[in-house]
T-cell receptor, first 113, second 113 residues
Framework: KAGVTQTPRYLIKTRGQQVTLSCSPISGHRSVSWYQQTPGQGLQFLFEYFSETQRNKGNFPGRFSGRQFSNSRSEMNVSTLELGDSALYLC????????????FGPGTRLTVL | DAKTTQPTSMDCAEGRAANLPCNHSTISGNEYVYWYRQIHSQGPQYIIHGLKNNETNEMASLIITEDRKSSTLILPHATLRDTAVYYCIVRGAGGTSYGKLTFGQGTILTVHP
């Protein structure tokens, strides 16, 4: 079974731009979670989607948003990019329940100049 | 979710068992202990999880104390490829835990030849 895939793997943007990252979950998985990883803050939860609905949200500003499609694929968007948004963005998928194991993708490395 | 405490770093000789401790003294009865590892800014890799009983899979063993206040991840025959940051996570079974893993700083395990 194929793992979680994320595109693109690397991205360079400038301040003020917006960016959209994509995540395809493991086949059959219906929940997709997003995380941000920076050297200073470590791995932090952004939000989780299940059946096209946001089910949980971390403590991030409204510039960070996401959505999930009917095929469980998910996108996250960051508007008005700031230098501090430079990070590794990770997507994880799980089957459905709150305690289902999450499997992570390789991440998208975003650099904001 | 309960907070976890792990040593900052540990060393292990190749071929020997690596025993990584985790303290989670405030764990609740319905909270699971999960272990992930992350190699070189790749996506975190799921290793194992448990609730009360000891668990074993092809990667590792998880020993949970009877009072559930601490646990140990055991890599039976460490190899150089096991050098990584290991995260111990306590995860709730409902409410705000949907899709969310709370990562701490983890333990940097270095396996030496």
């Amino acid at each position: 079974k194929a793992g979680v895939t994320q595109t693109p793997r690397y991205l360079i943007k400038t301040r003020g731009q917006q960016v959209t990252l994509s995540c395809s979950p493991i086949s059959g998985h219906r929940s997709v979670s997003w995380y941000q990883q920076t050297p200073g803050q470590g791995l932090q939860f952004l939000f989780e989607y299940f059946s096209e609905t946001q089910r949980n949200k971390g403590n991030f500003p409204g510039r960070f948003s996401g959505r999930q499609f009917s095929n469980s694929r998910s996108e996250m968007n960051v508007s008005t990019l700031e230098l501090g948004d430079s990070a590794l963005y990770l997507c994880a998928s799980s089957f459905a329940l709150v305690t289902d194991t999450q499997y992570f993708g390789p991440g998208t490395r975003l650099t904001v100049l | 979710d309960a907070k976890t405490t792990q040593p900052t770093s540990m060393d292990c000789a190749e071929g020997r068992a690596a025993n990584l401790p985790c303290n989670h003294s405030t764990i609740s009865g319905n909270e699971y202990v999960y272990w992930y590892r992350q190699i070189h800014s790749q996506g975190p890799q799921y290793i194992i999880h448990g609730l009360k009983n000891n668990e074993t899979n092809e990667m590792a063993s998880l020993i949970i104390t009877e009072d559930r206040k601490s646990s140990t991840l055991i890599l039976p025959h460490a190899t150089l490829r096991d050098t990584a940051v290991y995260y111990c996570i306590v995860r709730g079974a409902g409410g705000t835990s949907y899709g969310k893993l709370t990562f701490g700083q983890g333990t940097i395990l270095t396996v030496h030849p």
